[in-house]
C-alpha cells in the first residue's frame, strides 16, 4: 500500500486559505514533492522540498519537517480554479523512485 | 515541442488479450515511469527506468511488463489483459536529480472488458 497519508477531501471558499498535510513513513527519503491533477487531465509539478522549511511559489508554499515525516501544501488567495486534487509524493532509492499519496480533493466554493 | 506522448490515447481489450502501450519523450529525460490511476485515487507505480538499459519494479508490477527501448522510449505491455487492469495509465520523464520534476504525459485511459 502507500505509505504517503493525507486527508481525501478538503473545502474551502474563494480567498481563503487552506493547508492540505502529508504524512510519510517511508525510510531512505529523499524528498517530498507536490502535484496538482484538475478532472481528466496529467499531473502538473508545483513544489519540492528536501531540507526543512518554508518553500514558496507565488500563491503556494510548501513545508517540510523530516524529524516529524511531516510535509503540507499551503493555498492562499484561492481561486476558482485552483479546485482540484493534490497529490504529495516522496523520492526514495537515490531519489529515483517516486510514490504518490492517495491524493486529496479541493473543492473551492464562491 | 512534445514533451511526453503516450500512445494509444483509449483502448478497449478483452479479457486475456494482450497490448503494448507506447511512450516516448524529447525533454531529455534520464529516467521513465509507469503509473495506474484508478478513479478518485492516487497514482500507483507500476515500474520506472532509472535510466537507459535499467528498469525496476514499483508498487504493482504483476501482470505487467517494460521495456527501455532506448532513452526515448519506455513502453509498457499486457500480456494478458484482466478487468483489474482498467484504469487510466501516465506514462512520465525526469532529469537527473532528486529535486528535478516529473512531467507528465496526457494517459492512456484502458479498459478490459
Not at chain 1, 15 to 27: D, L, P
Not at chain 2, 7 to 19: A, C, N, W
Not at chain 2, 64 to 80: A, D, H, I, P, T
Amino acid at each position: 500500500g502507500q505509505s504517503l497519508e493525507q486527508p481525501s477531501e478538503v473545502t474551502a471558499v474563494e480567498g481563503a486559505i487552506v493547508q492540505i498535510n502529508c504524512t510519510y513513513q517511508t525510510s531512505g527519503f529523499y524528498g517530498l514533492s507536490w502535484y496538482q491533477q484538475h478532472d481528466g487531465g496529467a499531473p502538473t509539478f508545483l513544489s519540492y522540498n528536501a531540507l526543512d522549511g518554508l518553500e514558496e511559489t507565488g500563491r503556494f508554499s510548501s513545508f517540510l519537517s523530516r524529524s516529524d515525516s511531516y510535509g503540507y501544501l499551503l493555498l492562499q488567495e484561492l481561486q476558482m480554479k485552483d479546485s482540484a486534487s493534490y497529490f504529495c509524493a516522496e523520492g526514495v532509492n537515490a531519489g529515483n523512485m517516486l510514490t504518490f499519496g492517495g491524493g486529496t480533493r479541493l473543492m473551492v466554493k464562491p | 515541442n512534445a514533451g511526453v506522448t503516450q500512445t494509444p490515447k483509449f483502448q478497449v481489450l478483452k479479457t486475456g488479450q494482450s497490448m503494448t502501450l507506447q511512450c516516448a519523450q524529447d525533454m531529455n529525460h534520464n529516467s521513465m515511469y509507469w503509473y495506474r490511476q484508478d478513479p478518485g485515487m492516487g497514482l500507483r507505480l507500476i515500474y520506472y527506468s532509472a535510466s537507459e538499459g535499467t528498469t525496476d519494479k514499483g508498487e504493482v508490477p504483476n501482470g505487467y511488463n517494460v521495456s527501455r527501448l532506448n532513452k526515448r522510449e519506455f513502453s509498457l505491455r499486457l500480456e494478458s489483459a484482466a478487468p483489474s487492469q482498467t484504469s487510466v495509465y501516465f506514462c512520465a520523464g525526469k532529469t537527473s536529480g532528486t529535486s528535478s520534476p516529473l512531467h507528465f504525459g496526457n494517459g492512456t485511459r484502458l479498459t478490459v472488458t
